[in-house]
Structure formats: structure tokens, C-alpha cells
Nanobody, 123 residues
Framework: QVQLVESGGGLVQAGGSLRLSCAASGRTFTTYVMAWFRQAPGKERESVAAINWSGGIIYYADSVKGRFTISRDNTKNTVYLQMSSLNPEDTAVYYC????????????????WGKGTLVTVSS
């Protein structure tokens, strides 16, 4: 099993930046793919970004390309989401997730989930 704990959420003004972190513990050697999802109020959860074990980018949502960067540090068992040029549409609960499979960025591909961290972008 894998435990995922997100951190770094909070309140930020439009145009600002924020970095989310997700620390994995337990069977961290099974975290082949790590990903970020988000769910805005009244909307379905959506995929934001995903990264494989070696740091290769699997997926970026069109809405965040050029603004968000996903990365991971396997020595720290941590995945990051650097968010820049934030706008109110980015307001959501952000979830970290991981897949034991060799690939995949969809919700159905994920095996473990964090409890989420709230990002609120004010205008």
C-alpha cells in the first residue's frame, strides 16, 4: 500500500504562483506513475498532469500547459506541481494519485489517492 499526503495549498491572488507537494510513503517503489487531479466546485474531477518514474511527462491538461510543471524527486519520494499565472478557474481541491501500472493518466488508472489540498485563487 501507498500513502499520499498533499501539501502547499492555500489562498493566492490571481497571477500568483504556488507549489504543491505530494509525499509518498509505504510501498513507494510501486509509484511508477504519479499524477495530479483537481476538482473545482460543481465540476467533475479532471486530470491535470502525470509523470512516470524516470521523470518523463505523460500528460498535461490543455488548460494548464505553459503554466503548470509537474516533477518528481525519487530520492524524497515526492512529486511536485509548480503552478504559475494562476487564475480563479484554477480554484479546486487538488489531489495526488499514483498508479502501479506502467502507464496511464486517467482516474481509472490510479491505485492510491491522497485526501487533497485546497487551492483558492482570488481575483
Amino acid at each position: 500500500q501507498v500513502q499520499l499526503v498533499e501539501s502547499g495549498g492555500g489562498l493566492v491572488q490571481a497571477g500568483g504562483s504556488l507549489r504543491l507537494s505530494c509525499a509518498a510513503s509505504g510501498r513507494t517503489f510501486t509509484t511508477y506513475v504519479m499524477a495530479w487531479f483537481r476538482q473545482a466546485p460543481g465540476k467533475e474531477r479532471e486530470s491535470v498532469a502525470a509523470i512516470n518514474w524516470s521523470g518523463g511527462i505523460i500528460y498535461y491538461a490543455d488548460s494548464v500547459k505553459g503554466r503548470f510543471t509537474i516533477s518528481r524527486d525519487n530520492t524524497k519520494n515526492t512529486v511536485y506541481l509548480q503552478m504559475s499565472s494562476l487564475n480563479p478557474e484554477d480554484t479546486a481541491v487538488y489531489y495526488c494519485a499514483t498508479s502501479r501500472r506502467g502507464a496511464g493518466a486517467r482516474e481509472s488508472d490510479m491505485d492510491y489517492w491522497g485526501k487533497g489540498t485546497l487551492v483558492t485563487v482570488s481575483s
